[in-house]
């Protein structure tokens, strides 16, 4: 089977010291056919307002580097994971105009301005279902005001940080928002992430793909999240057993912008 590992960060992120060789021979002995690197842009991530990137001109020589060392082997591909949030839509625009990358994230780290990386967020929000709720809401906001990016990074970005008996994020429990987010997702053309990275502690609600899949979504990308050589291809056995049983015939990759999608039955 070909499987893409479509979102990892290499040493141009800053919460990560994993070389894009060291990635790609972990991921050849894995047996993964392609991969992308997709360092953070965070405009105005940290509490001080400062942004979070990288060079993109060093980032893409990296790439075309290692591009070309592993050729035949495993396909690199250029990416970044844009970190969004409503007043920082200008700023990306700006920061990534005359970029060519192969795939783009969006991702929705924040929320007012707090990271629930960091634990502050969910002693605010101690009621999971409002604390979930309001994320969903700012994804939304967020998609709404932006939509440059192939794919939805982690819409359940949350359960990773929640101290809940159950950190699931369940369509049943907020379906209104998560329909808003497929239906939006699915109009603008944007394939939805599988992020693998948690789903042995807090499993995926086959629902959520369901749903995406009833309403004409296709285009489902998986992706480890990877900030370290050992969590390279995480749960994606399992993951493809998920999208295979949601229905799903493909899962995609994408070059140039554009989605390749990869028969998995
Ligand atoms: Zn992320
Ligand atoms: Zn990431």
């Known amino acids: 089977m070909t499987l893409y590992d479509m979102h ?9 010291d994993m070389t894009m060789e060291a990635a790609a021979r972990r991921s050849i002995s894995l047996g993964l056919s392609g991969i992308a690197f997709t360092d953070h842009l965070d405009v105005n991530y940290t509490a001080d307002g400062s942004d979070v990137y990288y060079d993109f001109e060093q980032y893409l020589d990296a790439v ?13 591909l250029s990416a970044v994971e844009v970190g969004l949030q409503p007043h920082v839509v200008n700023e990306n625009i700006k920061r990534l105009s005359g970029f060519e990358f192969d795939y783009k994230i969006g991702s929705t780290h ?4 707090i990271d629930p990386y960091d634990g502050s967020y969910f002693k605010v929000e101690t009621d999971k279902t409002h604390g979930y709720r ?3 809401n700012e994804v939304i906001r967020n998609i709404k005001l932006y939509h440059d990016f192939n794919v939805l990074g982690h819409f359940d970005y949350l359960v990773r940080y929640g101290h809940f008996e159950d950190n699931t994020m369940y369509y049943s429990e907020f379906s209104e928002e998560f329909d808003e987010i497929l239906k939006l997702i699915t109009e603008l053309g944007i394939g939805l992430e599988v992020n693998t990275r948690s789903y042995d502690r807090t499993p995926l609600d086959l629902s959520v793909l369901l749903r995406y899949k009833e309403l004409g979504g296709e285009t489902v990308v998986i992706g480890s999240d990877a900030h370290r050589l050992s969590r390279i291809g995480k749960n994606f056995a399992a993951a493809v057993e998920l999208i295979k049983h949601c229905g799903f015939d493909y899962i995609a990759h994408f070059r140039k912008g554009e989605p390749i999608y990869e028969r998995i039955r």
Do not use: P, Q, T, W
Not at 64 to 76: D, H, N, P, R, T
Not at 110 to 113: C, D, E, G, N, W
């Open 64 to 76: 075309s580097k290692v591009k070309e060392e592993f050729k035949g082997k495993l396909e690199i």
């Open 134 to 136: 309001r994320y969903l």
């Open 8 to 16: 990892m960060h290499s040493n141009f992120s800053f919460d990560s």
């Open 110 to 113: 924040l929320i007012s301005r």
